[in-house]
């Protein structure tokens, strides 16, 4: 299914998911020369017809119809997480490459079922992990690997955000645990494959979790409970760039319900210094990060991406160039058949640490 580098159309991508996909996917595409979006899809009507209205794009709410149209050749599913395994199964079935939001599904095992229709049918499967396309992210990655604090001693990563910290916020699918909601799908996800994309593969997981606020007003009224995890401590242990003999201890605290939290901070402690990446933004998950080296017996220092991890196009929404820097690697692996990383195999790793950390919710 690779399509030839040389192919003078752009590819054609349709959009499943109407909040990301339509305030951050849909943006970005229009900055991909060789993606085209073609289509949107969305189950309700009414919502559906108001995005294609003022995107001039066309509309399903139909999956199969879209699967259907030739026009498609891609799709991007950015829909909440429950039936965003179902509608990829279906898509990969139907010979459609992917972009797909994380966590992928709900369970490792579905993830691998995925992994091995797109395999079978030689599809290429984009994961959103989009930190692995923010320029600093790039720059701690590169550093790590020329030795830049020696052999990692120990990792730490506070995630503490205040987005559910208002116990007012509406009952949503993100409030049940069944459906993808909680902390773990919607940070532990990004943690995991940025601890084993910098560090290494994960040894052990161990979680602890929590519900702090259990009810929310449900939309139609009352009281719904909330069952889906909002504080996440996790101990894990990882082997230093795949080398089973040099295990890292790590510990990762998440929350959405921090008020007045700190952000987003990863601190690595090693042999030969420390490294320090972090931002207290809480708006903008992407603009804000800072990087701090500090050597062995040195100053600290503020550190720069290099010029070559700079994003060519910038925009007011953080979201929307890293996001567009994971379209165009896609875009790359489509037209030469290349394996995509992120994809499916990064999808797995995240998602086994997420099934090992959500054992017992109090």
Known sequence: MALSS????????????????????????????????????????????????????????????????????????????????????????????LLLEKPVALKAESVAELQRVAIQNRLSVAVDYEYRAVPLFMQAARMLEEGAVGTPWLVKLDWLMSSRADASRPWSWYS??????????????????????LIGPMRSVQGLNS????????????????????????QMQLDWQGRSDQRVPAQVNLASVARNGRGCWLEIYGSHGSLTLGSANQKDYVHGFGLWHTPMGEATRNIEADA????????????????????????????????????LAEGLVSQQACDQSSIGID
């Open 6 to 97: 040389s192919s003078p159309s752009p590819i054609g991508v349709a959009i499943a998911g109407l909040g990301f996909g339509e305030s951050v996917h849909l943006k970005a595409l229009a900055s991909q020369p060789d993606l085209q979006a073609v289509a949107l899809w969305h189950p309700r009507r009414e919502r559906l017809d108001q995005a294609c209205l003022e995107h001039n794009l066309p509309g399903y709410d139909d999956w199969e119809a879209l699967l259907s149209d030739p026009r498609v050749q891609a799709v991007i599913i950015a829909t909440p997480p429950e039936p965003r395994f179902a509608l990829a199964l279906q898509a990969l079935k139907a010979g459609k490459h």
């Open 176 to 197: 049940q645990r069944d459906a993808g909601g909680g902390v773990l799908g919607a940070l532990g996800t990004h943690a995991f494959d940025m601890l084993a994309w």
């Open 211 to 234: 519900v702090s606020i259990k009810e929310r007003p449900h939309p139609s009224g009352g009281m719904a409970p909330v069952d889906a995890e909002d504080v996440s401590l996790i």
């Open 308 to 343: 070559e991890f700079m994003f060519p196009t910038t925009w007011s929404d953080g979201r929307v160039a890293p996001v567009a820097r994971i379209q165009s690697w896609w875009a790359r692996s489509i037209q030469t058949g290349s394996p995509m990383v992120p994809g």
